[in-house]
């Protein structure tokens, strides 16, 4: 027991073998913890459900500030108090309510737009092909490189028809933008 406890400066004892573990520990659960929250936070739809509460009590905040006012007001009107008492600002409640529900929104667009980016990437390039390090092992899910250079071939001509429309386009528009000569 005396091997394990040291004097320290201020004359406490502490027991080294003991404690170093467990800092070590703690500081490990406490970098993957924010390992995890920061990949958490770049997810739209943890995000939305982290604001959700958020967004719950502010709305209590805002109603409970508006019947406070709204009692406060109707207090004056009847001549009961004077207005020298301060109220809450109502407006202030009211603009981080729409603050949250801005944060919200943008939550559920970048949400659309990950799905649909998935969607659309499954729809043009729906199976793999499978890889040259492996040729022994055959997915059901992958396409021949026949098939792969079709769909490639395919896309590269809709790019190009998509290309050629858009310079028809500027064309056109430059066209009628010159001031053209009198016939």
């Given at each position: 027991m005396a091997s394990q406890q040291q004097q320290q400066p201020g004359g406490l004892v502490s027991q080294a073998g003991l404690q170093q573990p467990t800092s070590l520990q703690q500081q490990q659960q406490q970098q993957q913890q924010q390992q995890l929250s920061q990949q958490q936070d770049f997810d739209p739809v943890h995000r939305f459900k982290m604001l959700i509460p958020q967004l719950k009590e502010s709305l209590q905040n805002v109603m409970r500030i508006a019947s406070l006012n709204l009692a406060h007001n109707t207090s004056i009107d009847n001549g009961i108090?004077?207005?020298?008492?301060?109220?809450?600002?109502?407006?202030?409640?009211?603009?981080?309510?729409?603050?949250?529900c801005d944060q919200?929104?943008?939550?559920?667009?970048?949400?659309?737009?990950?799905?649909?980016q998935s969607i659309d990437s499954a729809k043009h390039s729906p199976n793999l092909v499978p890889t040259a390090t492996k040729p022994d092992t055959v997915q059901t899910e992958s396409m021949s490189y026949a098939q792969y250079l079709g769909m490639i071939?395919?896309?590269?001509?809709?790019a190009k028809d998509i290309h050629n429309a858009l310079l028809e386009c500027s064309k056109k528009i430059a066209g009628k933008g010159q001031p053209q000569g009198i016939m």
């Open positions: 108090k004077s207005s020298d008492t301060s109220v809450q600002r109502f407006d202030k409640s009211l603009e981080e309510f729409y603050a949250l919200l929104e943008l939550c559920l667009r970048l949400a659309y737009e990950c799905l649909s071939k395919s896309q590269i001509s809709c």
